[in-house]
Protein backbone atom coordinates (compact mmCIF):
# COMPACT_ATOMS: atom_id res chain seq x y z
CA UNK A 1 0.00 0.00 0.00
CA UNK A 2 1.32 3.89 -0.95
CA UNK A 3 1.95 5.56 2.01
CA UNK A 4 1.32 9.68 1.26
CA UNK A 5 2.34 11.95 3.89
CA UNK A 6 2.68 15.52 4.19
CA UNK A 7 6.11 16.77 3.46
CA UNK A 8 5.76 20.25 4.48
CA UNK A 9 2.98 22.87 3.95
CA UNK A 10 3.29 22.47 -0.21
CA UNK A 11 4.41 19.02 -0.44
CA UNK A 12 3.48 15.08 -0.47
CA UNK A 13 5.96 12.48 -0.26
CA UNK A 14 3.98 9.03 -2.00
CA UNK A 15 5.89 5.81 -0.65
CA UNK A 16 5.85 3.01 -3.37
CA UNK A 17 7.96 0.46 -1.54
CA UNK A 18 11.03 -0.02 1.25
CA UNK A 19 12.56 -1.94 -1.63
CA UNK A 20 15.15 -0.58 -3.96
CA UNK A 21 13.86 -2.77 -6.81
CA UNK A 22 13.49 -2.30 -10.95
CA UNK A 23 9.89 -2.88 -10.98
CA UNK A 24 8.99 -0.40 -8.34
CA UNK A 25 10.90 2.44 -9.59
CA UNK A 26 8.55 1.01 -12.56
CA UNK A 27 5.92 2.04 -10.45
CA UNK A 28 7.62 5.14 -9.89
CA UNK A 29 7.89 6.55 -13.11
CA UNK A 30 4.76 5.03 -14.42
CA UNK A 31 2.94 7.34 -11.41
CA UNK A 32 5.50 10.35 -12.57
CA UNK A 33 3.86 10.05 -16.15
CA UNK A 34 0.61 9.83 -15.48
CA UNK A 35 0.38 12.82 -12.93
CA UNK A 36 2.47 14.83 -15.57
CA UNK A 37 -0.02 13.64 -18.35
CA UNK A 38 -3.05 14.27 -16.23
CA UNK A 39 -2.08 17.23 -14.14
CA UNK A 40 -4.56 17.50 -11.42
CA UNK A 41 -4.68 21.27 -10.58
CA UNK A 42 -2.54 22.32 -8.55
CA UNK A 43 0.17 20.19 -8.47
CA UNK A 44 3.11 22.12 -9.62
CA UNK A 45 6.21 19.63 -10.09
CA UNK A 46 7.01 16.30 -9.01
CA UNK A 47 10.70 14.28 -8.30
CA UNK A 48 11.27 10.90 -8.09
CA UNK A 49 14.06 8.61 -6.06
CA UNK A 50 14.04 5.13 -6.19
CA UNK A 51 10.74 4.12 -4.47
CA UNK A 52 9.06 7.56 -3.95
CA UNK A 53 7.75 10.60 -5.87
CA UNK A 54 7.51 13.95 -4.30
CA UNK A 55 4.48 16.04 -5.48
CA UNK A 56 5.14 19.91 -5.22
CA UNK A 57 1.15 21.80 -5.22
CA UNK A 58 -0.27 24.77 -4.50
CA UNK A 59 -2.20 24.95 -1.20
CA UNK A 60 -4.39 27.73 -2.72
CA UNK A 61 -5.71 25.76 -5.15
CA UNK A 62 -5.82 22.18 -3.70
CA UNK A 63 -6.33 21.07 -0.58
CA UNK A 64 -2.89 18.38 0.29
CA UNK A 65 -5.76 15.71 1.46
CA UNK A 66 -7.67 16.06 -1.75
CA UNK A 67 -4.91 15.41 -3.86
CA UNK A 68 -3.09 12.64 -1.76
CA UNK A 69 -7.35 11.33 -2.83
CA UNK A 70 -6.49 11.91 -6.29
CA UNK A 71 -3.20 10.27 -6.57
CA UNK A 72 -4.36 7.65 -4.61
CA UNK A 73 -7.05 6.36 -7.04
CA UNK A 74 -3.71 5.41 -9.44
CA UNK A 75 -2.82 2.92 -6.94
CA UNK A 76 -2.59 -0.83 -8.68
CA UNK A 77 -4.00 0.89 -11.97
CA UNK A 78 -0.35 1.82 -13.48
CA UNK A 79 0.94 -0.29 -16.29
CA UNK A 80 4.82 -0.27 -14.09
CA UNK A 81 6.41 -1.84 -16.54
CA UNK A 82 10.34 -1.92 -16.03
CA UNK A 83 12.23 0.43 -18.41
CA UNK A 84 13.46 -0.30 -21.32
CA UNK A 85 15.94 1.14 -23.49
CA UNK A 86 19.27 1.63 -24.96
CA UNK A 87 22.39 0.96 -23.14
CA UNK A 88 24.58 4.07 -22.89
CA UNK A 89 28.29 3.75 -22.64
CA UNK A 90 30.33 5.53 -20.22
CA UNK A 91 34.11 4.96 -20.67
CA UNK A 92 35.98 4.94 -17.31
CA UNK A 93 39.05 5.19 -15.91
CA UNK A 94 39.68 2.67 -13.06
CA UNK A 95 42.30 4.73 -11.20
CA UNK A 96 40.10 6.21 -8.40
CA UNK A 97 41.75 6.73 -4.88
CA UNK A 98 39.23 3.83 -3.00
CA UNK A 99 40.36 1.01 -5.62
CA UNK A 100 43.09 -0.56 -3.82
CA UNK A 101 40.92 -0.24 -0.72
CA UNK A 102 38.12 -1.85 -2.23
CA UNK A 103 40.62 -4.82 -3.45
CA UNK A 104 42.11 -5.08 -0.27
CA UNK A 105 38.79 -5.77 1.32
CA UNK A 106 36.90 -7.85 -1.22
CA UNK A 107 40.20 -10.07 -1.71
CA UNK A 108 39.79 -9.69 -5.28
CA UNK A 109 42.15 -8.71 -7.75
CA UNK A 110 41.93 -5.44 -9.55
CA UNK A 111 41.84 -6.92 -12.92
CA UNK A 112 38.65 -8.92 -11.07
CA UNK A 113 36.94 -6.01 -9.70
CA UNK A 114 37.01 -3.67 -12.72
CA UNK A 115 35.26 -6.77 -14.60
CA UNK A 116 32.76 -7.25 -11.83
CA UNK A 117 32.01 -3.38 -11.82
CA UNK A 118 31.90 -3.29 -15.56
CA UNK A 119 30.69 -6.32 -16.60
CA UNK A 120 27.08 -5.61 -16.07
CA UNK A 121 24.64 -3.22 -17.08
CA UNK A 122 23.39 -0.52 -14.58
CA UNK A 123 19.54 0.94 -13.76
CA UNK A 124 19.57 4.86 -13.76
CA UNK A 125 17.31 4.57 -10.39
CA UNK A 126 17.73 8.33 -9.20
CA UNK A 127 19.29 11.82 -10.07
CA UNK A 128 19.50 13.97 -7.45
CA UNK A 129 21.20 14.98 -4.09
CA UNK A 130 23.78 17.08 -6.35
CA UNK A 131 23.21 18.39 -10.08
CA UNK A 132 23.43 15.35 -12.17
CA UNK A 133 24.58 13.04 -9.51
CA UNK A 134 23.47 9.46 -10.94
CA UNK A 135 22.52 6.95 -8.68
CA UNK A 136 22.95 2.73 -10.53
CA UNK A 137 22.03 0.08 -9.47
CA UNK A 138 22.36 -2.92 -8.59
CA UNK A 139 26.03 -3.45 -7.74
CA UNK A 140 27.13 -7.04 -7.57
CA UNK A 141 26.88 -7.64 -4.00
CA UNK A 142 30.92 -9.03 -3.91
CA UNK A 143 31.33 -4.98 -4.48
CA UNK A 144 29.31 -3.66 -1.72
CA UNK A 145 30.89 -1.29 0.88
CA UNK A 146 30.17 0.89 3.00
CA UNK A 147 30.29 4.75 2.86
CA UNK A 148 33.52 5.98 3.90
CA UNK A 149 33.46 6.58 7.16
CA UNK A 150 34.71 10.37 6.84
CA UNK A 151 33.51 12.08 3.63
CA UNK A 152 35.47 13.92 1.32
CA UNK A 153 35.64 17.49 0.75
CA UNK A 154 35.98 17.72 -2.14
CA UNK A 155 35.25 14.68 -4.90
CA UNK A 156 35.96 15.74 -8.96
CA UNK A 157 33.11 15.66 -11.14
CA UNK A 158 33.40 12.50 -13.04
CA UNK A 159 33.79 10.46 -10.68
CA UNK A 160 32.79 7.11 -10.29
CA UNK A 161 31.97 5.43 -7.12
CA UNK A 162 30.20 2.44 -5.00
CA UNK A 163 28.58 2.75 -1.97
CA UNK A 164 26.71 -0.51 -0.20
CA UNK A 165 23.98 -1.45 -3.17
CA UNK A 166 24.82 0.98 -5.31
CA UNK A 167 27.09 2.77 -7.52
CA UNK A 168 26.58 6.52 -9.16
CA UNK A 169 28.48 8.97 -11.07
CA UNK A 170 29.43 12.82 -9.55
CA UNK A 171 28.16 14.96 -12.19
CA UNK A 172 29.54 18.36 -10.67
CA UNK A 173 32.41 18.51 -7.73
CA UNK A 174 31.20 18.16 -4.52
CA UNK A 175 31.55 16.55 -0.69
CA UNK A 176 30.86 13.06 -0.53
CA UNK A 177 31.10 9.93 1.08
CA UNK A 178 31.35 7.20 -1.49
CA UNK A 179 34.49 5.17 -2.04
CA UNK A 180 36.10 5.99 -5.31
CA UNK A 181 37.05 3.74 -8.35
CA UNK A 182 37.54 5.55 -11.19
CA UNK A 183 36.04 8.30 -13.60
CA UNK A 184 34.79 9.53 -16.29
CA UNK A 185 35.31 12.45 -18.62
CA UNK A 186 31.72 11.94 -19.83
CA UNK A 187 29.87 15.48 -19.52
CA UNK A 188 26.97 14.63 -16.91
CA UNK A 189 25.44 17.78 -15.77
CA UNK A 190 25.29 21.29 -18.00
CA UNK A 191 23.53 23.99 -16.86
CA UNK A 192 23.72 25.21 -20.55
CA UNK A 193 21.99 22.07 -22.05
CA UNK A 194 18.48 20.97 -22.03
CA UNK A 195 18.01 18.64 -20.24
CA UNK A 196 20.73 19.80 -18.28
CA UNK A 197 21.28 16.26 -16.50
CA UNK A 198 22.49 13.38 -19.13
CA UNK A 199 20.80 10.57 -17.45
CA UNK A 200 17.56 10.32 -15.95
CA UNK A 201 16.07 7.62 -13.97
CA UNK A 202 14.99 4.59 -16.07
CA UNK A 203 18.00 5.29 -18.42
CA UNK A 204 20.34 2.18 -18.69
CA UNK A 205 24.16 2.41 -18.66
CA UNK A 206 27.55 0.52 -18.76
CA UNK A 207 30.76 1.44 -17.46
CA UNK A 208 33.36 0.94 -19.77
CA UNK A 209 36.87 0.59 -19.02
CA UNK A 210 39.65 2.98 -20.78
CA UNK A 211 43.47 3.10 -19.96
CA UNK B 1 27.19 50.09 -13.24
CA UNK B 2 27.34 49.21 -10.06
CA UNK B 3 30.61 47.94 -8.96
CA UNK B 4 31.75 45.84 -5.77
CA UNK B 5 34.02 47.55 -3.60
CA UNK B 6 33.99 45.09 -0.61
CA UNK B 7 32.53 41.95 -1.52
CA UNK B 8 32.04 41.10 2.63
CA UNK B 9 31.66 37.70 3.59
CA UNK B 10 29.32 35.53 1.19
CA UNK B 11 27.21 37.08 -0.69
CA UNK B 12 25.44 35.88 -3.57
CA UNK B 13 22.70 37.23 -6.46
CA UNK B 14 19.67 34.99 -5.64
CA UNK B 15 16.30 35.96 -6.84
CA UNK B 16 12.50 33.10 -6.19
CA UNK B 17 15.26 30.35 -7.22
CA UNK B 18 14.86 27.45 -9.94
CA UNK B 19 11.65 25.39 -8.44
CA UNK B 20 10.36 22.20 -10.36
CA UNK B 21 14.39 21.63 -11.77
CA UNK B 22 15.08 19.09 -8.39
CA UNK B 23 14.70 16.05 -10.77
CA UNK B 24 18.05 16.76 -12.49
CA UNK B 25 19.22 16.89 -9.14
CA UNK B 26 19.10 20.90 -9.10
CA UNK B 27 18.44 22.96 -5.75
CA UNK B 28 15.41 25.16 -5.88
CA UNK B 29 17.35 28.05 -4.45
CA UNK B 30 16.56 31.24 -4.32
CA UNK B 31 17.14 33.88 -1.69
CA UNK B 32 16.87 31.80 1.36
CA UNK B 33 15.16 34.41 3.65
CA UNK B 34 12.37 34.88 0.78
CA UNK B 35 10.06 37.21 2.68
CA UNK B 36 12.93 39.74 3.15
CA UNK B 37 14.05 39.82 -0.29
CA UNK B 38 9.93 40.08 -1.56
CA UNK B 39 9.72 43.03 0.69
CA UNK B 40 12.99 44.36 -0.37
CA UNK B 41 11.77 44.36 -4.28
CA UNK B 42 8.37 45.70 -2.74
CA UNK B 43 10.31 48.55 -1.49
CA UNK B 44 11.91 49.83 -4.77
CA UNK B 45 9.27 48.91 -6.63
CA UNK B 46 10.71 45.92 -8.13
CA UNK B 47 9.22 43.02 -10.17
CA UNK B 48 8.96 40.01 -8.05
CA UNK B 49 11.37 38.13 -9.80
CA UNK B 50 14.20 41.03 -9.95
CA UNK B 51 16.92 39.48 -8.66
CA UNK B 52 18.88 40.74 -5.40
CA UNK B 53 21.70 40.67 -3.41
CA UNK B 54 22.06 38.33 -0.25
CA UNK B 55 24.54 39.29 2.08
CA UNK B 56 25.77 36.88 5.07
CA UNK B 57 27.34 37.61 8.19
CA UNK B 58 29.52 41.00 7.17
CA UNK B 59 27.75 42.86 4.40
CA UNK B 60 29.02 44.12 0.96
CA UNK B 61 29.99 47.77 -0.26
CA UNK B 62 28.82 48.32 -3.95
CA UNK B 63 29.35 52.13 -5.72
CA UNK B 64 26.74 52.99 -8.12
CA UNK B 65 27.68 55.34 -11.37
CA UNK B 66 23.90 56.50 -11.20
CA UNK B 67 21.25 57.70 -8.92
CA UNK B 68 19.15 54.55 -8.23
CA UNK B 69 16.87 53.55 -5.66
CA UNK B 70 17.62 51.22 -2.96
CA UNK B 71 16.48 49.23 -0.20
CA UNK B 72 18.21 47.24 2.28
CA UNK B 73 16.41 44.32 4.20
CA UNK B 74 16.40 41.32 6.07
CA UNK B 75 18.78 41.04 9.45
CA UNK B 76 20.20 44.43 10.55
CA UNK B 77 23.53 46.02 9.59
CA UNK B 78 25.60 48.07 11.14
CA UNK B 79 26.22 51.61 9.17
CA UNK B 80 22.78 51.50 7.35
CA UNK B 81 19.21 51.49 7.64
CA UNK B 82 17.14 49.08 6.68
CA UNK B 83 13.54 48.27 5.12
CA UNK B 84 13.34 51.82 4.15
CA UNK B 85 13.97 52.52 0.06
CA UNK B 86 16.52 55.01 -0.19
CA UNK B 87 18.35 56.97 -3.54
CA UNK B 88 21.58 56.25 -3.73
CA UNK B 89 23.07 59.21 -5.74
CA UNK B 90 26.07 58.79 -8.97
CA UNK B 91 29.49 57.97 -7.19
CA UNK B 92 28.03 56.69 -3.63
CA UNK B 93 28.75 53.86 -1.99
CA UNK B 94 26.26 51.78 -0.33
CA UNK B 95 28.15 50.23 2.87
CA UNK B 96 26.18 47.07 4.52
CA UNK B 97 28.36 46.29 7.35
CA UNK B 98 28.14 43.91 10.45
CA UNK B 99 24.95 41.78 10.18
CA UNK B 100 22.86 40.87 13.06
CA UNK B 101 20.73 39.69 15.09
CA UNK B 102 20.13 37.62 12.41
CA UNK B 103 22.87 36.30 9.38
CA UNK B 104 21.26 37.38 6.63
CA UNK B 105 20.76 41.24 4.59
CA UNK B 106 19.17 41.83 1.33
CA UNK B 107 20.02 44.53 -1.02
CA UNK B 108 17.24 45.65 -3.76
CA UNK B 109 18.34 47.61 -7.00
CA UNK B 110 15.24 49.04 -8.36
CA UNK B 111 15.40 47.01 -11.94
CA UNK B 112 16.73 44.02 -10.41
CA UNK B 113 20.47 43.17 -10.47
CA UNK B 114 20.56 42.31 -14.50
CA UNK B 115 23.05 39.32 -15.17
CA UNK B 116 21.96 35.96 -17.47
CA UNK B 117 19.31 34.05 -16.39
CA UNK B 118 20.75 30.18 -16.47
CA UNK B 119 18.21 27.78 -16.10
CA UNK B 120 15.25 30.03 -15.48
CA UNK B 121 16.67 31.85 -12.63
CA UNK B 122 19.75 34.27 -11.74
CA UNK B 123 20.25 32.98 -8.76
CA UNK B 124 23.71 31.44 -7.58
CA UNK B 125 23.93 27.84 -7.07
CA UNK B 126 27.15 26.87 -5.12
CA UNK B 127 26.79 23.15 -5.92
CA UNK B 128 26.60 23.63 -9.62
CA UNK B 129 29.06 26.74 -9.81
CA UNK B 130 26.78 28.52 -12.05
CA UNK B 131 24.33 31.38 -12.20
CA UNK B 132 24.59 34.66 -9.53
CA UNK B 133 26.36 35.69 -12.65
CA UNK B 134 29.44 34.78 -11.85
CA UNK B 135 28.89 31.46 -10.95
CA UNK B 136 30.91 32.18 -7.15
CA UNK B 137 30.10 34.45 -4.92
CA UNK B 138 30.84 38.29 -5.48
CA UNK B 139 34.13 39.40 -5.69
CA UNK B 140 36.39 42.68 -5.44
CA UNK B 141 35.64 44.72 -8.63
CA UNK B 142 32.73 42.33 -9.77
CA UNK B 143 30.49 45.06 -11.91
CA UNK B 144 27.14 44.33 -12.70
CA UNK B 145 23.96 46.82 -14.22
CA UNK B 146 20.54 47.23 -12.91
CA UNK B 147 17.99 45.65 -15.08
CA UNK B 148 14.45 46.64 -16.15
CA UNK B 149 12.32 44.05 -13.79
CA UNK B 150 10.12 47.07 -12.66
CA UNK B 151 6.44 46.72 -11.31
CA UNK B 152 5.50 50.06 -9.94
CA UNK B 153 6.90 53.08 -8.06
CA UNK B 154 9.20 52.51 -5.12
CA UNK B 155 7.05 52.94 -1.63
CA UNK B 156 7.26 56.15 -0.37
CA UNK B 157 7.87 54.97 2.92
CA UNK B 158 9.31 52.75 5.11
CA UNK B 159 8.21 49.03 5.45
CA UNK B 160 5.38 49.04 8.55
CA UNK B 161 7.54 47.60 11.73
CA UNK B 162 3.98 45.40 12.52
CA UNK B 163 4.96 43.69 8.99
CA UNK B 164 8.26 42.28 9.45
CA UNK B 165 9.42 38.87 11.27
CA UNK B 166 11.16 38.90 14.55
CA UNK B 167 14.47 38.98 14.17
CA UNK B 168 16.53 37.20 17.07
CA UNK B 169 17.20 33.57 18.86
CA UNK B 170 15.78 32.02 20.30
CA UNK B 171 14.25 31.69 16.56
CA UNK B 172 10.66 29.82 16.82
CA UNK B 173 9.85 27.67 13.81
CA UNK B 174 6.60 25.99 13.54
CA UNK B 175 6.62 22.56 11.75
CA UNK B 176 4.33 20.00 10.51
CA UNK B 177 5.08 16.09 11.01
CA UNK B 178 6.30 14.16 8.33
CA UNK B 179 7.21 12.51 6.17
CA UNK B 180 8.75 10.01 8.09
CA UNK B 181 7.40 10.95 11.44
CA UNK B 182 5.72 7.47 11.64
CA UNK B 183 9.31 5.61 11.86
CA UNK B 184 10.21 7.39 15.35
CA UNK B 185 8.92 6.55 18.40
CA UNK B 186 5.46 7.68 19.34
CA UNK B 187 6.56 11.24 21.51
CA UNK B 188 9.56 12.15 19.57
CA UNK B 189 8.15 14.71 17.85
CA UNK B 190 6.50 16.44 20.79
CA UNK B 191 10.25 15.28 22.22
CA UNK B 192 11.59 17.66 19.58
CA UNK B 193 9.48 20.25 20.44
CA UNK B 194 10.25 20.25 24.11
CA UNK B 195 14.47 20.92 23.64
CA UNK B 196 16.56 24.34 22.34
CA UNK B 197 18.29 23.17 19.37
CA UNK B 198 21.84 24.86 19.04
CA UNK B 199 22.94 26.09 15.51
CA UNK B 200 26.03 24.45 14.56
CA UNK B 201 28.98 26.47 12.85
CA UNK B 202 28.40 24.20 10.11
CA UNK B 203 25.94 26.35 8.66
CA UNK B 204 25.72 27.39 4.74
CA UNK B 205 23.12 27.77 2.10
CA UNK B 206 22.11 24.12 1.50
CA UNK B 207 21.71 23.19 5.57
CA UNK B 208 21.92 23.66 9.25
CA UNK B 209 22.94 21.46 11.83
CA UNK B 210 21.33 21.83 15.18
CA UNK B 211 22.85 20.26 18.50
CA UNK B 212 20.44 18.54 20.61
CA UNK B 213 22.58 16.83 23.49
CA UNK B 214 19.62 15.64 25.42
CA UNK B 215 17.38 14.41 22.93
CA UNK B 216 18.34 11.10 21.28
CA UNK B 217 15.73 10.53 18.25
CA UNK B 218 16.07 7.07 16.69
CA UNK B 219 14.24 6.78 13.10
CA UNK B 220 13.73 3.79 11.04
CA UNK B 221 15.72 3.52 8.28
CA UNK B 222 14.85 4.87 4.61
CA UNK B 223 15.73 4.37 1.33
CA UNK B 224 17.06 7.74 -0.78
CA UNK B 225 13.82 9.92 -1.07
CA UNK B 226 13.23 13.47 -2.78
CA UNK B 227 13.19 16.31 -0.25
CA UNK B 228 12.09 20.03 0.45
CA UNK B 229 13.17 22.82 2.27
CA UNK B 230 12.73 22.96 5.95
CA UNK B 231 12.99 19.21 6.19
CA UNK B 232 14.15 17.93 9.31
CA UNK B 233 16.20 15.19 8.70
CA UNK B 234 17.27 12.90 11.89
CA UNK B 235 21.10 11.05 10.98
CA UNK B 236 22.13 8.02 12.82
CA UNK B 237 23.83 9.39 15.37
CA UNK B 238 20.82 11.79 16.70
CA UNK B 239 21.82 15.02 14.83
CA UNK B 240 19.43 16.80 12.89
CA UNK B 241 19.93 18.27 9.46
CA UNK B 242 17.44 21.44 8.33
CA UNK B 243 17.34 21.36 4.78
CA UNK B 244 17.72 25.36 3.17
CA UNK B 245 17.27 26.49 -0.15
CA UNK B 246 19.90 25.36 -1.72
CA UNK B 247 19.19 21.77 -0.41
CA UNK B 248 20.45 18.49 -1.68
CA UNK B 249 17.46 17.45 -3.59
CA UNK B 250 17.69 13.84 -1.69
CA UNK B 251 17.99 12.73 1.31
CA UNK B 252 19.02 9.65 2.76
CA UNK B 253 17.70 9.85 6.55
CA UNK B 254 14.17 10.23 7.94
CA UNK B 255 12.73 13.45 8.06
CA UNK B 256 10.93 13.98 11.19
CA UNK B 257 8.78 17.08 10.59
CA UNK B 258 9.03 20.09 7.77
CA UNK B 259 9.22 23.43 8.59
CA UNK B 260 5.97 25.86 7.15
CA UNK B 261 6.98 27.49 4.08
CA UNK B 262 5.95 30.90 6.46
CA UNK B 263 8.79 29.78 8.90
CA UNK B 264 11.59 29.37 6.42
CA UNK B 265 12.69 32.81 6.33
CA UNK B 266 13.16 32.23 10.64
CA UNK B 267 15.31 29.70 9.51
CA UNK B 268 17.38 31.19 7.37
CA UNK B 269 17.86 34.23 9.70
CA UNK B 270 19.45 31.91 12.68
CA UNK B 271 23.12 32.30 13.33
CA UNK B 272 25.88 29.65 14.65
CA UNK B 273 25.21 29.52 18.44
CA UNK B 274 21.56 30.59 18.30
CA UNK B 275 18.83 28.57 20.12
CA UNK B 276 15.87 27.23 17.34
CA UNK B 277 12.58 26.03 18.90
CA UNK B 278 10.17 23.65 16.75
CA UNK B 279 6.37 23.92 17.53
CA UNK B 280 4.00 21.64 15.37
CA UNK B 281 1.14 22.82 13.87
CA UNK B 282 -1.47 21.74 11.15
CA UNK B 283 -1.86 22.13 7.75
CA UNK B 284 -4.50 24.92 8.23
CA UNK B 285 -1.84 27.01 10.74
CA UNK B 286 0.48 26.94 8.30
CA UNK B 287 -1.68 28.41 5.22
CA UNK B 288 -2.60 30.96 7.39
CA UNK B 289 0.71 32.01 8.92
CA UNK B 290 1.83 31.91 5.03
CA UNK B 291 -1.48 34.20 3.73
CA UNK B 292 -0.62 36.43 6.37
CA UNK B 293 3.46 37.28 5.51
CA UNK B 294 1.56 37.38 1.19
CA UNK B 295 -0.79 39.72 2.93
CA UNK B 296 1.91 41.98 3.71
CA UNK B 297 3.30 41.94 0.83
CA UNK B 298 0.48 43.09 -1.01
CA UNK B 299 -0.81 45.39 1.45
CA UNK B 300 2.42 47.55 1.94
CA UNK B 301 2.18 49.98 -1.19
New interface residues.
Partial sequence: MWQIAAAGDRALLVTISSTIDPEVLGEVLALDRVLQDRRPQGLISTVTAYASLLCHYDPAVIDGARLAGEIRTFEGRLDATVPTGSVVDVPTRYDGPDLADLVAKTNLTTAAVIELHAGREYLVYCVGFAPGFTYCGALDSRLALPRRASPRARVPAGSVGIAGPQTGIYAVESPGGWNLIGRTDMRLFDQSADPPARFKPGDRLRFVPIA | MIEVVNAGRWTTIQDRGR????????PPGGAADWFAAAAANRLVGNHPNAALLECTAMGASLRFDSDVHVAVTGARAAGIETWVPQVMARGATLAVGAIGPGLRTYVAVRGGIDVPV??GSRSF?Q?????GGFGRPLAHGDRFAAGTLIDGDPLPTAWPAGHRLPMGSPWEVRV???????GFDGRALQRLSAVACRVSPELDRMGMRLETPSLRLHGNE??????????IQVTPSGELIVSLADH???GGYP?IA?????DLPLLAQARPGDTVRFREVD?AE??RA?RRLAGWLEMSG
Fill in positions: PGRERFGIVLCRGAFGIGGPHTAIITVPITAGAPTTVTVITARADW
